[in-house]
């Protein structure tokens, strides 16, 4: 029997935590509270309530070699230090590469102090770590 995995979140954690319970033969679901894969490092004019986000003009202080991950090199026509919007596209091609995204429920909302994540699709995660 494969054993399920609750993923919490589409960031760079998330991303690589999908790939690695996927390489493992783990059956993973992610749950992401936005739309869209990048966590911090998806730029938004309007920050909603409750979220973090970057400024516009933000660039990485690493190279692109220190910050790619170690199975997943960047491309080769990437500058070293990377705009927030081309380590975006980066997760993203990392993303179609390992076909991750059909692990990732968008759009979850956590009810604070229920104990359970609210699901479009009607699921529900308790703080039990079960769901239907």
Known sequence: MVKKVAVIGAGVSGLISLKCCVDEGLEPTCFER?????????????????????????????????????DFPMPEDFPNFLHNSKLLEYFRIFAKKFDLLKYIQFQVLYMEGSGFLCLRSAHVLTEKGLWQ
């Open 34 to 70: 936005t739309e869209d894969i990048g966590g911090l490092w998806r730029f938004k004019e309007n920050v909603e309530d409750g979220r973090a986000s970057i400024y516009h003009s933000v660039i990485t202080n690493t190279s692109k070699e220190m910050s790619c991950f170690s």
